[in-house]
């Protein structure tokens, strides 16, 4: 991965995007694409657009989701502890001792999540061991206030937060951090779409790069963008589990491994045509393949965009990845750039005036 790309997603992951609240990641993803792009705009609910030849057909849209999971203040109690809601699904055993950012009226506030002592859990001195964690029980945040009147002066019920932790680079181009969930699906769609600026002359397509809001509760933003653009083609760009460490399942959940190049979705929101013709472009540029089931759902963007209007033919394409939904989400930087190959290699296969159906 080149030097500026690679500063472009280090640039996105540090911008918070808790759901609901993208506002900094769609900014700064919308400012980077502006050079490459004929028309950047955002809508009523933060969804970020970027369009390439807006003049051409068909239109392909390229979708990432910007919101990272998160976590929501829903009450303070009188000793002026925060008590938090999941923003999107963290597992509560993986909470405590963590720290996090919470964003206030005021701006960013520090925070920690509580964390029960060995010793305090210990039955022979008289604890209870904490067998589950659980929201509304044990996941609480400190911020240092003294009582409620203090923490109310700086926080309020309904403010997010997120777990206050960065990209860390490990070996082998593997790259370490929250919010890579999903982080790397906007920056592919708009690298695939850079990528298509750059060989303009040989684009027939208009090109739709879309940074998605509220995926992680229910693809909503997917829905909003893909209504207003009403494209005839979609590729979604998203993280799926790499079945490669330990205690993980690959009769459940599949055999995906990082490292091992993009992971297609096949089943009944990917469209089979579009399916075949990234197979076939994928054999082209020698890009290695890896595949998954989605029988029922892909539990995606793409879930929400190939329902949309009268359907949209759409496919999914995602990045294996290590730990999600935690804040070392890990991931291989080379199979992302293929990502963004395949992407751009997309585009600028389509025809002029092409559409996707399936014959019966």
């Given amino acids: 991965m080149d030097k500026d790309a690679k500063q472009f997603l280090l640039d996105l992951i540090e ?55 998160g976590l929501m203040v829903t009450y303070i109690d009188d000793e002026g502890f925060l008590w938090v809601a999941s923003l999107g699904g963290y597992d509560a055993k993986i909470l405590p001792s963590m720290r996090v950012k919470i964003f206030t009226k005021d701006g960013p506030l520090a925070g920690v999540i509580g964390a029960q002592p060995p010793h305090l859990q210990h039955p022979a001195t008289g604890g209870t061991e904490i067998a589950r964690y659980k929201f509304g029980e044990h996941i609480y945040v400190d911020i240092g206030a003294r009582n409620k009147k203090e923490a109310e002066q700086h926080v309020r019920v309904g403010d997010p937060m997120i777990l206050d932790y960065g990209p860390l680079e490990l070996q082998n181009e593997l790259l370490a951090s929250r919010g890579l969930d999903n982080k790397i699906g906007i920056w ?15 684009l027939k397509a208009k090109v739709v790069a879309l940074a998605t809001v509220q995926e ?7 829905r909003m963008g893909s209504f207003r653009i009403d494209p005839h083609v979609a590729l979604a760009v998203d993280v799926t589990q790499s079945v490669d460490h330990p205690h993980s399942d690959k009769k459940k959940w599949g055999e995906h491994k990082i490292g091992q190049g993009p992971v297609l979705a096949h089943g009944s929101a990917c469209h089979p045509v579009v399916v075949e013709r990234l197979t076939r472009l994928a054999r082209r540029l020698r890009i290695n393949l890896q595949h998954e089931a989605a029988p029922g759902w892909t539990g995606t963007d793409g879930d929400s965009i190939f329902r949309t209007r009268a359907g949209i033919p759409t496919a999914v394409v995602s990045l294996a990845q290590r730990y999600m939904h935690s804040p070392v989400e890990t991931v291989d930087l080379k199979d992302l750039e293929k990502i963004a190959r395949l992407l751009s290699a997309f585009c600028l296969d389509l025809r002029k005036g092409e559409r996707f159906t399936v014959h019966v």
């Fill in 216 to 222: 992680e509760i229910g693809g909503h933003g997917a």
């Fill in 188 to 202: 592919a769609a708009a690298e695939g779409l850079r990528r298509c600026a750059a060989k303009r002359d040989k």
């Fill in 15 to 69: 911008r918070p995007a808790p759901t609901g609240f993208e506002g900094p990641a769609v900014k700064a993803w919308c400012d980077y694409l502006k050079p490459y792009a004929d028309e950047v705009f955002t809508d009523s609910y933060g969804n970020g657009f970027a369009v390439l030849n807006p003049d051409g057909d068909p239109t392909a849209l390229l979708t990432g989701h910007a919101d990272e999971i």
